[in-house]
């Protein structure tokens, strides 16, 4: 006699996978919307809300960078962001925990870089980024946490965060892998180690 409760679980083993990809949300979707959406596996204080997207600043590139301020410094940057949106800073603030904070509305462009200065080809190709890479044609990341040793390395939940973050961004703004890059590789900066090359290494090797 057939043992109908061995036949619904084998049912069930064989259904469950089609139907959790079937509600998994696009992500590609999602970073097309408006207001304040939810992104699965992300933690995200809207400051400022997306627009529409066709009305946004024509972003090209995204860099990466490290502030050495402490643990729990990103929302406070990230608030003082808010209320002078193109003061020195970035539009996207990541916290050690892995929250992140949308600082900035998106048609407008934060104070963030140092003119892509940088031209010794030390850790890229610097021909396609010297004085082009700049604040005014990329989103800003500030990823928070490295004080007071600025060699620490990103948190597990930063890493996390910036794995969906990264393709959010590309996804929303068209920007290719190869125009994700750390702050260190476009700028001369401190020398005692490579902000936001880490960061901006792996979402290369995660590729698309």
């Excluded at 679980?9 to 509600?23: D, E, G, K, M, R």
Aim: net charge positive; hydrophobic share 40%.
């Amino acid at each position: 006699m057939m043992n109908f409760r061995l036949v619904a679980a084998a049912l069930f083993t064989l259904l469950f996978p089609a139907c959790a990809a079937a509600q998994t949300p696009d992500l590609a979707a999602i970073a097309r919307a408006s207001g304040t959406p939810d992104i699965p596996g992300l933690k995200m204080v809207w400051l400022a809300p997306w627009g529409d997207l066709a009305k946004s600043h024509p972003w090209r590139n995204i860099i990466v960078h490290q502030t050495e301020g402490p643990a729990g410094s990103a929302r406070g940057g990230a608030q003082a962001q808010s209320k002078n949106p193109t003061r020195r800073g970035v539009m996207v603030w990541v916290e050690t925990d892995g929250t992140v904070y949308w600082a900035v509305a998106e048609h407008l462009v934060p104070t963030h870089g140092d003119g892509a200065n940088r031209n010794d080809n030390k850790y890229i190709d610097n021909g396609p980024t010297y004085r082009q890479v700049i604040g005014n044609n990329s989103v800003g990341v500030e990823f928070a946490g490295n004080f007071p040793d600025v060699t620490r390395v990103p948190t597990e939940a930063q890493v996390a965060a910036w794995r969906i973050l990264v393709k959010v961004l590309r996804a929303r703004y068209g920007i290719p892998l190869d125009r994700v890059y750390a702050h260190n590789w476009i700028d001369y900066k401190d020398a005692r180690y490579c902000e936001g090359c880490a960061l901006a290494k792996m979402a290369r090797e995660w590729g698309e």
